[in-house]
T-cell receptor, first 115, second 115 residues
Framework: DGGITQSPKYLFRKEGQNVTLSCEQNLNHDAMYWYRQDPGQGLRLIYYSQIVNDFQKGDIAEGYSVSREKKESFPLTVTSAQKNPTAFYLC??????????????FGPGTRLLVL | AQSVTQPDIHITVSEGASLELRCNYSYGATPYLFWYVQSPGQGLQLLLKYFSGDTLVQGIKGFEAEFKRSQSSFNLRKPSVHWSDAAEYFCAVGPFGNAGNMLTFGGGTRLMVKP
């Protein structure tokens, strides 16, 4: 079955630690996105990538980094510079053509907690 | 700047009652409009979308939404709510940004269904 997988489901971060959230898709989608979800604030865009080896900052990129070395993978690193990382992180992708008339597919999410 | 407002953070309805979730947007032109549903700890699932044409759109699970240009609204409706509809609902608009394919989400409305 095609889809988007995110791992782990829960992730704990210690003070000053960098952690990496995985996002993998086997849908052959070009564009991939990372969103952060906080209660009552909806989803906010962190980073997005339209093609391999290219990515752009979203609205709240500070304290985060990404890479797009493979079409299938778009990992997100939450760095120690992100002072309030506790949130639910969602990865999404768009089919080829990159038009919003297509459906944006979402992964099941990773909940990040700070110890 | 574009924005999306979902005025109701929480809504409680009785099973079998009708439902209307409000969504207002601020944008200079007619955007693409979406409604997503999220079950606890899960990703987002697309309910319906509007791009052009008939302003009343039908979606999955018996939901529909009506685009009203004069009111900059895209309210979600269901004539008879089922207990399984309890979830969080997000309105989203797009495209925005240089990529032309990003979404802006509202803060969400959490729906609770009374037996």
């Amino acid at each position: 079955d095609g889809g988007i997988t995110q791992s782990p489901k829960y992730l704990f971060r210690k003070e000053g630690q960098n952690v990496t959230l995985s996002c993998e898709q086997n849908l052959n989608h070009d564009a991939m996105y990372w969103y952060r979800q906080d209660p009552g604030q909806g989803l906010r865009l962190i980073y997005y990538s339209q093609i391999v080896n290219d990515f752009q900052k979203g609205d709240i990129a500070e304290g985060y980094s990404v890479s797009r070395e493979k079409k299938e993978s778009f990992p997100l690193t939450v760095t120690s510079a992100q002072k309030n990382p506790t949130a639910f992180y969602l990865c999404a992708s768009l089919p080829p053509g990159q038009t919003l008339k297509e459906t944006q597919y979402f992964g099941p999410g990773t909940r990040l907690l700070v110890l | 700047a574009q924005s999306v407002t979902q005025p109701d953070i929480h809504i409680t309805v009785s099973e079998g009652a009708s439902l209307e979730l409000r969504c207002n947007y601020s944008y200079g032109a007619t955007p693409y409009l979406f409604w997503y549903v999220q079950s606890p700890g899960q990703g987002l699932q697309l309910l319906l979308k509007y791009f052009s044409g008939d302003t009343l759109v039908q979606g999955i699970k018996g939901f529909e939404a009506e685009f009203k240009r004069s009111q900059s609204s895209f309210n979600l409706r269901k004539p008879s709510v089922h207990w399984s509809d309890a979830a969080e609902y997000f309105c989203a608009v797009g495209p925005f940004g240089n990529a032309g394919n990003m979404l802006t989400f509202g803060g969400g409305t959490r729906l609770m269904v009374k037996p």
